[in-house]
Structure formats: structure tokens, C-alpha cells
């Protein structure tokens, strides 16, 4: 008796889903992929406070050598506090996780004390003129496209990696070299 109605729904599915060309559909399945790949593929979190984290377009300002930073948008996916601590890449030999702040009307750039602090299902902003993690020391030019591999330490011990991408960016006066109020 029901079996009838229940047929008829099931050729109606699939009459509609062979409507779309093969084309499309592996078209919209490549935009899917492409789409879950953007952080999912970058970053690969561990268990621990790490593994609710994530973090949306990692980048490295592109730069010849010396100083650059990474900028991108932390996402705390759990119901607890996430702290950032430290971090690292092979890039650089010395990295600080760093604030843009005013001193007596001048911005300068300075560690964060406590380090980057995301709010339980919240996010916190890497961002030129704002917090960002420092890479000093670079001794290889970092060119656009390039993939430069990052771990973050999360307060409780466990490290969170990502690749963030090299991008031309010359906004404000971002300089990131000696001399531009760097303490």
C-alpha cells in the first residue's frame, strides 16, 4: 500500500539528481573539496585543547629576508578558553607572538603578554596593524604561493599546525624590519 508512493518518490529523486550534467556535479563536488581543504587540509590539530582549533586564510607576508609576519583568523571550536603560547616554523629561528599598540602616540609593535587569547566558539584576528605571530630572522626570501609550515603551542602543551600561504601585502606601513618601533 505504501510501497507505491515511497517508488514514485525514489524515480523522482533520481530522475532530478541525472538533470545536472556529469560536468557539474563533478564541478560542484571539486568546489566542496576545495572549499573543506581551505583550513581542514592547512591545519592538522592533535588532541588535547588544540583539536577544537582551527584557523581561516593563514598568511605570510611576502618578504626577502629579515622580518615578516603571519596574519590569518584563529577559530576556537570548544566550550573552553584556548590560549596561545608560543609558536614556531622552520622559517624562522625566532618567532613572538606580537601586538600593535599605542605608546604615547606612536603604534609600536611588542610581545603579547599571555599570549592570543580565543574565547570559547570564538575567533581571534592575526591582522597587519594588529596581533600577529613575528618571524625574525628569516634568512630565505618568502616569495607569493610559497607554503610555510607553522606550530603554535596552545597553553596546555599541545601544538597546532598549519601552512599558511605567501602574499604580497603592502597596506599601512607595514615594514616588520628594525627600526619601525619594534620592542
Keep these: 500500500m505504501y510501497l507505491r508512493p515511497v517508488c514514485l518518490l525514489a524515480a523522482a529523486v533520481v530522475a532530478l539528481s541525472g538533470c545536472g550534467s556529469t560536468a557539474d556535479t563533478a564541478k560542484t563536488a571539486d568546489t ?16 588535547g585543547a588544540a583539536a577544537g582549533l582551527s584557523i581561516t586564510d593563514p598568511w605570510v607576508k611576502t618578504a626577502e629576508k629579515g622580518m615578516t609576519a603571519a596574519f590569518g583568523t584563529l577559530v576556537n571550536n570548544t566550550d573552553a578558553e584556548v590560549t596561545i603560547v608560543a609558536g614556531a616554523s622552520p622559517l624562522s629561528p625566532m618567532i613572538e607572538l ?9 603604534m609600536i609593535m611588542r ?12 575567533t581571534h584576528e592575526l591582522r597587519p596593524g ?7 630572522g628569516v634568512a630565505e626570501e618568502v616569495k607569493p604561493g610559497a607554503r610555510i609550515p607553522f606550530t603554535l603551542t596552545v597553553k596546555d602543551g599541545q601544538p597546532f ?23
Excluded: C, N, W
Excluded at 99 to 105: A, F, H, I, L, Q
Excluded at 111 to 122: L, S
Excluded at 130 to 136: K, Q, S, T, W
Design 130 to 136: 594588529g596581533d600577529h605571530i613575528m618571524l625574525m
Design 111 to 122: 610581545p603579547k603578554e599571555g599570549g592570543f587569547v580565543i574565547p570559547p566558539r570564538g
Design 161 to 183: 599546525e598549519f601552512t599558511a600561504v605567501g602574499k604580497d601585502f603592502a597596506g599601512g606601513k607595514e615594514d616588520y624590519q628594525p627600526g619601525m618601533g619594534h620592542k
Design 32 to 47: 566542496v573539496a576545495q572549499s573543506r581543504s581551505t583550513v581542514a587540509a592547512e591545519a592538522r590539530p592533535p588532541a
Design 98 to 106: 606580537h601586538e600593535v599598540v599605542d605608546s604615547e602616540g606612536k
